[in-house]
C-alpha cells in the first residue's frame, strides 16, 4: 500500500480540514456579494479545490488552468499554458487556489500572466508554502500551512504521479525519490 512509502503523516485529514474551515471563512468574508472565479491549477489542486468551495457557501464559478512551467534563467520562469480558463476576467474577482507555492514559478508565471487580463482582483490561496524553496518574487495572500523543505506528498500532491490520493500530507521516505 502507499502508506509504506510514508515516512510520517505531517498533516492529517482532520488537521487540514481545521485548517481549510478557517481560511474558509476568510474567503467567505472577504468575497461575499462579489461571486468571485475560482481558478484551480491543475492537477495537484483538486482535492483542496473541492474542499474549499465547499467552505466558501457564496455565489461563485468554477474555472481552472493546466500549466506546465519550465526552470526559465530569469526569476519569473516560464509557463505553457495547457489548458486556459473559460471565463473572461475582466474586471472580475479572482482568486488561484493552488495546492503547493514551491520555488513560485508556476503561480508566479500565472499570476503575472491573468494580471494581463484585467481581472478587478487577483488573489491567491494555497494550501501548501515552501518558503525555503522559493526562486520568485511571489507570495500567497492565504496560506493554509508554512512547511519545511521536505518531500511532501498526498492531498493531491504527487511523486511521479503516485500519492495524489492519499487522505493526508505525508513525508516520503527518501528510499522512495532517491531509487
Ligand atoms: C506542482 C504544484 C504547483 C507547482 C508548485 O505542480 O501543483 O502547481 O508544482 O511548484 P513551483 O512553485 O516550484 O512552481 P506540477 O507542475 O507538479 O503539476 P501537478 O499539479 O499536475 O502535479
Not at 491549477?41 to 519550465?70: E, K, Q
Not at 471565463?87 to 493552488?98: K, T
Not at 507570495?139 to 511532501?152: C, K, L, M, Q, Y
Amino acid at each position: 500500500m502507499m502508506d509504506q512509502d510514508i515516512a510520517y503523516i505531517m498533516y492529517t485529514e482532520q488537521q487540514l480540514h481545521e485548517r481549510e474551515n478557517e481560511l474558509g471563512k476568510l474567503l467567505t468574508k472577504e468575497y461575499a456579494n462579489r461571486r468571485p472565479i475560482f481558478i484551480g491549477i491543475l492537477r495537484g489542486v483538486v482535492v483542496f479545490y473541492a474542499d474549499m468551495v465547499r467552505r466558501i457557501p457564496i455565489p461563485c464559478d468554477f474555472d481552472f488552468m493546466s500549466v506546465t512551467s519550465y526552470a526559465g534563467t530569469t526569476s519569473s520562469g516560464r509557463v505553457k499554458i495547457d489548458l486556459d480558463t473559460r471565463y473572461d476576467l475582466l474586471g472580475r474577482d479572482v482568486v488561484i487556489l493552488e495546492d503547493i507555492l514551491d520555488t513560485g514559478r508556476t503561480l508566479k508565471s500565472v499570476h503575472d500572466l491573468l494580471l494581463q487580463r484585467h481581472p478587478a482582483s487577483l488573489k491567491i490561496c494555497a494550501l501548501l508554502d515552501k518558503p525555503e524553496r522559493r526562486i520568485s518574487d511571489i507570495e500567497a495572500d492565504w496560506v493554509g500551512f508554512t512547511i519545511p523543505n521536505e518531500f511532501v506528498v498526498g492531498y493531491g500532491l504527487d511523486f511521479n504521479d503516485s500519492y495524489r490520493n492519499l487522505p493526508y500530507v505525508g513525508v516520503l521516505k527518501p528510499e522512495i525519490y532517491e531509487k
